[in-house]
């Protein structure tokens, strides 16, 4: 996370998200027998064959109890205390896929951009990224995207209002899924009306708007699925449990008292839920990993790296960076500087954004590795679900790509207000490309042949869509203007 490593207990503490009803302790601590034995373990009453008998199937109901428990508390949490791979207190030194990308960029792009250089100033047309930005601004006095991303504020607050209902019984489950249901489906609908219809807003403004909307879609379904399993498994302690308890009481170590968790539900509070919709995760969790301290060096490292952006966007003026490079330098911008500088205000302790993608040497290792916390969030919250209900891998991860395309089609064609399917068959095409590759490349040549796949795919895409704007936009508007 940057200068220096933390050291002390809560750098490598792990905080377990507990529900009302019972104890609360840390792993090791509870000396409450399950099997009717007292604190120090000696037997009360009855014959030895009946305690005998009932120390057996009392350990054989607790063990599957505590994998129930445990289970449960896996589902939970998700997150750990952890450093971004490019903070120097990582202390990660592994970059030798960079170096397959410097080979592939000297010999094989500065060809074909020789043929492009020769091809597109004569016959195409030159894209400057500044004048686009520029296009798209249209009218800078007219925000509709601010106003739209301030409405989404309603969505939250009723879904915490559905939750609060649950956790008192005021409805079934099945009233509460039906009630997310429509609350989620409005998400996804609602920005979509307000940009199709409202003629001022721009196609910056959309996207910004819809990316707003989409990150708390899966965080509001993330929040749902994580207060469901905190009502089953208060629901299966109370069906074991011989008493119950108003507060969570908190076990001593070492005569002294431990830090109180947040249990459920008392975890549903606007602070709660406002800090989970501000964090940079995707994942609910009761009780998230916290750093001690907010550090003033690092937090003015990630902010003067976030305002180094526009410097170096006055730079491409005329346009000679590649795109892949504008790409590079984004994701260095957002996953490691903006979600590491608002991860230190809020002391998120999980800054494992990304891992090791530029090391890829398959196309499905990228796409894992790349953005840890949509990843994350789909093997949470969709992909192990899927195969709990029968279904195989090969299509769970089918499924999984399929979602991911239709979010990503969802982010382009809708702000630009035309559906070429350029971004959905990108991404579905990415399937048998991760056959190929992981069949008949492996080592440098996998790493290469990941790194082309960027190179070469995501500006093709782009330039698609640009075209197509362009002409649905401009040059139909000037042919008007002439006839």
């Excluded at 940009?195 to 509001?220: C, Q, R």
């Excluded at 730079?315 to 590079?328: A, E, G, T």
């Amino acid at each position: 996370m940057g200068e220096r490593q933390e050291s002390g207990p809560l750098t490598n503490r792990k905080r377990r998200s507990t529900v009302s009803g019972g104890r609360v302790s840390l792993k090791g601590n509870s000396k409450s027998g399950g099997n009717g034995t007292s604190e120090n373990g000696h037997s009360h009453g009855g014959s030895k064959k009946a305690n005998d008998e009932k120390t057996t199937h009392g350990t054989t109901r607790s063990g599957k109890e505590k994998g129930r428990s445990d289970e449960g508390y896996e589902r939970l949490s998700c997150h750990k205390l952890q450093e971004s791979l490019l903070s120097s207190a990582s202390g990660y030194s592994n970059y030798r896929g960079i170096l397959n990308w410097c080979v592939v960029m000297l010999y094989f792009i500065y060809n074909l951009e020789q043929c492009f250089c020769m091809f597109f100033p004569r016959y195409g047309i030159l894209v400057d990224p500044i004048q686009i930005v520029s296009l798209f601004l249209k009218d800078p006095y007219s925000w509709p995207a601010p106003c739209l991303v301030f409405a989404s504020n309603i969505f939250a607050l009723f879904a915490l209002c559905i939750e609060k209902r649950l956790a008192v019984g005021s409805f079934s489950e099945k009233v509460g899924l039906m009630l997310h249901a429509m609350n989620l489906t409005t998400i996804l609908c609602f920005p979509v009306a307000v940009v199709w219809f409202v003629s001022s807003m721009t196609p910056v403004g959309g996207v910004f708007a819809l990316s707003i909307y989409t990150v708390l879609f899966l965080k509001l379904y993330s929040y749902k699925d994580v207060n469901k399993w905190c009502r089953e498994i208060r629901q299966a302690k109370a069906r074991t449990l011989s008493r119950s308890l108003s507060y969570p009481v908190v076990d001593k170590a070492n005569g002294e008292v431990l830090q109180a968790q947040v249990t459920y539900p008392g975890n549903l509070t606007h602070r709660d839920l406002y800090y989970f919709i501000f964090a940079p995760t995707l994942c609910y969790e009761l009780n998230f990993p916290r750093s001690p301290r907010i550090r003033k060096r690092f937090l003015l490292r990630r902010l003067f790296e976030m305002w180094m952006v526009p410097t170096i966007q006055n730079s491409m003026k005329p346009f000679k960076v590649p795109n892949h490079l504008i790409w590079l330098i984004f994701f260095y911008w957002f996953f490691h500087s903006t979600m590491n500088f608002v991860a230190e205000l809020m002391q998120f302790g999980d800054r494992e954004f990304y891992r090791d993608w530029w090391n890829s040497e398959t196309v499905t290792y990228f796409w894992q590795n790349w953005n840890i916390p949509v990843h994350k969030w789909c093997i949470r919250h969709f992909y192990k679900p899927i195969l709990k209900k029968g279904v195989n891998k090969w299509t769970a991860q089918t499924a999984v790509f399929f979602a991911s395309a239709f979010f990503h089609e969802y982010l382009v064609s809708v702000p630009l207000k035309m559906f070429r399917l350029w971004a959905f068959m990108g991404m579905m095409a990415q399937i048998p490309l991760a056959w190929l590759v992981g069949r008949f490349l492996t080592g440098n040549y996998g790493n290469a042949a990941v790194w082309i796949s960027l190179i070469i795919g995501q500006p093709v895409a782009i330039l698609m869509y640009f075209h197509d704007y362009y002409v649905l936009n401009y040059e139909e508007s000037q042919v008007a203007e002439v006839a």
